[in-house]
């Protein structure tokens, strides 16, 4: 079983353990193996200590610079980092999102903390932030001095970034030694119609009038930072640069980090191949399977890995509803949906009622393919 979360309703932990219950109470008495996934957002460290890291905690600046207590994964010298353990939406209360202020600095404190434990290999995933502000933050908590036209340092947050005047990088940590690999299944680039503002800005609370002074930001950030390392190419229009707020654009352009899809990333991690040999079928999930889930989610991620093993082995998929048809669950590797809203029509029900329904899908699940 490798599900991702269902979001707002159970964690991909949960998930698992709840169709463990069913396919019991249906009658299969073989071996269950859990391994939770997530394809870089929120649960992206829980993964990987489901596959066998030990999480680490410590106390970084949150998304308004309150003290949170957040966690990487440590296994030898890879680490793996959650950006939304540090400036997650979920960090804030509802209704008090921040979207002019927010700051990845807790990001860059979970870095150099890795770094300091011997990480020499770093999983950067960026999904579910509260920030718009191109990992300027993080890049301070790393050392560098941004300032304006009278060499006062900026605040946090992506609208202060139309002001920066100087980027100091003469007491940026030397992180040359370590390899960076940004988890993301995102491609927009920084700026522009597809970029961090327009796109997901509304969605972290940027009004219609916000999101120009966003773009704003990012663009003047983009010109300073890019003449400050002075590179062939504009990372700006990289894909990935505009993913979680930007921090993508960071990561790339003073990090040299390589974009890798997030699930695959996980998947590798934990040894996905080599656990399914000998199973006879694979169980993955996400609360909705839709168009988006095509376009790299985890789900397809965990078909993609099941297909390319020797010998093939079917996965069946369950979600809190399914808008894919037949021929586009085969398409992406899944023999079968099954969904919560076919057995409860009631979305809200769905919700709330999320764990003991997959258990009676479950059982369908052990009657249909495990019998």
């Not at 960071?250 to 997030?262: C, D, E, N």
Request: proline share 6%; charged share 20%; hydrophobic share 45%.
């Amino acid at each position: 079983m490798a599900p991702d979360k269902f979001k707002g309703s159970l964690t991909a932990a949960e998930v698992a353990a709840g169709v463990a219950a069913g396919l019991a109470r249906g009658g299969f008495a073989g071996e269950i193996e859990a391994l939770p996934v997530a394809d870089g957002g929120d649960g992206t460290v829980a993964a990987a200590v489901s596959a066998g890291f030990r999480r680490v905690e410590l106390g970084v600046r949150g998304p308004v610079g309150k003290n949170v207590t957040a966690s990487y994964a440590l296994r030898d010298d890879t680490a793996v980092i959650e950006a939304a353990q540090a400036c997650g939406l979920t960090l804030l209360p509802p209704g008090s999102l921040a979207p002019l202020t927010a700051t990845s600095r807790g990001v860059g404190e979970l870095i150099l903390t890795a770094s300091r434990m011997g990480a020499k290999r770093i999983v950067l995933g960026v999904g579910g932030v509260a920030t718009t502000d191109g990992g300027a933050g993080l890049l301070q908590a790393l050392g560098a001095r941004l300032a304006d036209d009278k060499g006062r340092e900026l605040p946090p947050g992506g609208a202060a970034l139309a002001r920066l005047a100087t980027l100091d990088l003469g007491r940026l940590r030397d992180l040359s030694g370590v390899e960076f690999l940004l988890a993301s299944d995102v491609d927009n680039p920084l700026l522009g119609p597809h970029g961090a503002a327009t796109v997901y800005g509304p969605q972290k609370g940027a009004s219609p009038e916000e999101v120009p002074l966003l773009e704003a930001g990012l663009r003047r950030w983009a010109d300073v930072a890019e003449a400050a390392t002075g590179g062939p190419l504009p990372v700006r229009d990289s894909p990935g640069a505009g993913a979680a707020g930007g921090i993508g654009f960071a990561a790339l352009l003073f990090l040299g980090a390589r974009m890798r899809p997030g699930i695959e990333l996980l998947l590798e991690l934990a040894s996905f191949s080599s656990r399914i040999d000998g199973a006879r079928l694979v169980i993955t999930g996400e609360g909705s399977l839709d168009a988006q889930t095509l376009h790299g989610k985890a789900p397809v991620g965990v078909a993609r890995a099941a297909a390319a093993h020797d010998p093939a082995v079917p996965v069946v998929a369950v979600a809190g509803r399914c808008t894919l048809t037949p021929d586009e669950l085969r398409a992406a590797g899944i023999a079968r949906a099954y969904a919560l809203s076919d057995i409860e029509p009631d979305l809200e029900r769905c919700m709330t009622d999320a764990g003991p329904l997959l258990e009676r899908l479950a059982e369908r699940i052990a009657a249909d393919w495990l019998g």
